[in-house]
C-alpha cells in the first residue's frame, strides 16, 4: 500500500499515538482535553497525503527541499500555522512543539514499514514526499509560533511601557515641587538635580521603547506636522543635551532657510538622539557640529563628530532596534536601549524623508538627513 492511502487509512490510529505523545508534554499537557492534544494532527496528514499524490518534478522536488518551491498544500500551510499558534497559547516551548512532529514523522514511518509486505522503489518516493510534508508543516508551525512569542512580548512591552509612565511622571512633579517650594542647597540640591535628570532620561527611555513596539506591531509612528523653524528646534534640542554639562559646546551652522511643515515633537526626538550620539561617540564634546541648509523643496541636517569610527560591517545595521555600537560592549557602557537611532531613522520616513551615515577615521562620523519642506 502506498503510503498516502496507508495514511488516509490509518489517520485515526495515527493520531491516537500523537495524542499520547502529546499527553507527556507536562506541565502544559496536564489541562488539556482530548480535543486540544489531538490539534490539528487529522490536518496535517490529510493533507500531507494529498500533497503526495500531487505532481512534482525532480526540479520542483530540489527546490522544495531548499524551502523555495510554489506553495503547493496551502491546507497544510494553514494546519502548520494554526497548530504552531495554538502549542504557544497552551504553554508548549518550542522545542516541545517541534518534538511533536519528530514524534509524527517516526510513528507513521513505523507503522507504515511494519504493514509493507514486499518494499517497492516508489515507497523511498514516498518517504520522501512524507518527509517534505512533514518539514513544511514544521516550517509553518514554528514560524507562527515565533510570531506569537514576539507579539507577546511587544504587548508585554506595551504594557510595561505605559505603567511605567504614571510612576515616572510622579517622581518627576514631585521632585521639581520640592525644589520650588523649599530651599536646597549643597548636597541636597545635587540630590534633587538628579532625580530630575533621572527621571527625564527614564522618560526618553520608555519613550523609545513605545515607540519601538508600535512599529513591531505594525503601526506607523504618526504625526501631526505644523510650520516650525528647525534652527529653532535645533537650539532647543542642543540646549537640553548640554544641560548640566559644562563640556558641551556643539558648533551650530545655519544656511538658508530653515523653515517647513513638521511635527515638533518627532523632530525634537530626532535632533536629541542624534546630538546625544555624537556627544556619546565623539572624542571630544565640543567638537560636535551641527549644521541646517536651507534648499529649494528641502531641509538638509548634518551631525558631524571626530571619534572611534563606525565599522564598515555595522552601517548596514545601525538603525536597527536595539543595536549597541561595539565601544558600549567594550568598557563605555550606555544607560540607553540602543533604539536612539532607530526612532531617528523612523522619524524621517514618516517624514518622507531620507537619512545617510558615513564614518571613517579621518572624516570622523557624519550623519545626514534630508527632510522634505511639506509632506
Known amino acids: 500500500?502506498?503510503?498516502?492511502?496507508?495514511?488516509?487509512?490509518?489517520?485515526?490510529?495515527?493520531?491516537?499515538?500523537?495524542?499520547?505523545?502529546?499527553?507527556?508534554?507536562?506541565?502544559?499537557?496536564?489541562?488539556?482535553?482530548?480535543?486540544?492534544?489531538?490539534?490539528?494532527?487529522?490536518?496535517?496528514?490529510?493533507?500531507?497525503?494529498?500533497?503526495?499524490?500531487?505532481?512534482?518534478?525532480?526540479?520542483?522536488?530540489?527546490?522544495?527541499?531548499?524551502?523555495?518551491?510554489?506553495?503547493?498544500?496551502?491546507?497544510?500551510?494553514?494546519?502548520?500555522?494554526?497548530?504552531?499558534?495554538?502549542?504557544?497559547?497552551?504553554?508548549?516551548?518550542?522545542?516541545?512543539?517541534?518534538?511533536?512532529?519528530?514524534?509524527l514523522r517516526a510513528c507513521v514511518i513505523r507503522l507504515w514499514v511494519n504493514s509493507l509486505e514486499s518494499p517497492d522503489l516508489a515507497y523511498f518516493q514516498d518517504m520522501i514526499r512524507f518527509n517534505e510534508a512533514i518539514d513544511e508543516a514544521l516550517a509553518e508551525s514554528t514560524a507562527a509560533y515565533a510570531e506569537q512569542v514576539n507579539r507577546s512580548r511587544d504587548i508585554f512591552l506595551a504594557i510595561l511601557g505605559h505603567d511605567l509612565r504614571a510612576p515616572l511622571q510622579a517622581v518627576s512633579m514631585s521632585t521639581e515641587l520640592l525644589m520650588r517650594k523649599t530651599t536646597l542647597e549643597g548636597?541636597?540640591?545635587?540630590?534633587?538635580?538628579?532625580?530630575?535628570?533621572?527621571?527625564?532620561?527614564?522618560?526618553?527611555?520608555?519613550?523609545?521603547?513605545?515607540?519601538?513596539?508600535?512599529?513591531?506591531?505594525?503601526?506607523?509612528?504618526?504625526?501631526?506636522?505644523?510650520?516650525?523653524?528647525?534652527?529653532?528646534?535645533?537650539?532647543?534640542?542642543?540646549?537640553?543635551?548640554?544641560?548640566?554639562?559644562?563640556?558641551?559646546?556643539?558648533t551650530v551652522k545655519v544656511e538658508g532657510d530653515t523653515r517647513g511643515a513638521w511635527d515638533a515633537g518627532r523632530l525634537a526626538q530626532l535632533l536629541q538622539n542624534l546630538i546625544g550620539n555624537a556627544l556619546q561617540h565623539g572624542l571630544n564634546k565640543r567638537d560636535v557640529t551641527v549644521t541646517l541648509t536651507g534648499e529649494p523643496d528641502t531641509v538638509r541636517l548634518t551631525v558631524h563628530n571626530y571619534g572611534p569610527p563606525i565599522p564598515e560591517d555595522a552601517i548596514g545595521t545601525i538603525f536597527d532596534?536595539?543595536?549597541?555600537?561595539?565601544?558600549?560592549?567594550?568598557?563605555?557602557?550606555?544607560?540607553?536601549?540602543?533604539?536612539?537611532?532607530?526612532?531617528?531613522?523612523?522619524?524621517?520616513?514618516?517624514?518622507?524623508?531620507?537619512?545617510?551615515?558615513?564614518?571613517?577615521?579621518?572624516?570622523?562620523?557624519?550623519?545626514?538627513?534630508?527632510?522634505?519642506?511639506?509632506?
Open 1 to 103: 500500500m502506498r503510503l498516502s492511502e496507508f495514511i488516509r487509512q490509518h489517520v485515526d490510529r495515527i493520531v491516537d499515538e500523537w495524542e499520547q505523545f502529546a499527553r507527556t508534554i507536562t506541565p502544559a499537557a496536564e489541562n488539556m482535553d482530548r480535543a486540544a492534544l489531538r490539534d490539528h494532527a487529522k490536518a496535517i496528514l490529510l493533507a500531507a497525503a494529498r500533497d503526495m499524490t500531487s505532481a512534482q518534478t525532480a526540479s520542483e522536488q530540489v527546490a522544495k527541499a531548499k524551502g523555495e518551491g510554489p506553495e503547493k498544500t496551502p491546507s497544510l500551510d494553514e494546519a502548520g500555522a494554526s497548530h504552531g499558534e495554538l502549542r504557544h497559547t497552551v504553554g508548549f516551548d518550542l522545542v516541545q512543539m517541534t518534538s511533536e512532529f519528530r514524534h
Open 321 to 375: 532596534p536595539l543595536v549597541r555600537r561595539a565601544d558600549e560592549e567594550l568598557g563605555h557602557p550606555s544607560t540607553s536601549l540602543g533604539l536612539g537611532l532607530f526612532i531617528v531613522k523612523e522619524v524621517v520616513t514618516a517624514h518622507a524623508g531620507t537619512i545617510e551615515v558615513t564614518s571613517n577615521e579621518e572624516d570622523g562620523t557624519l550623519f545626514t538627513v534630508v527632510l522634505p519642506r511639506a509632506l
Open 187 to 250: 548636597d541636597a540640591l545635587a540630590c534633587a538635580n538628579n532625580i530630575m535628570r533621572g527621571a527625564r532620561h527614564m522618560a526618553v527611555m520608555v519613550g523609545d521603547l513605545l515607540e519601538l513596539v508600535r512599529s513591531r506591531l505594525g503601526k506607523s509612528l504618526p504625526i501631526e506636522t505644523a510650520p516650525m523653524d528647525l534652527a529653532d528646534a535645533t537650539h532647543a534640542a542642543i540646549a537640553q543635551a548640554c544641560a548640566g554639562n559644562p563640556e558641551c559646546d556643539p
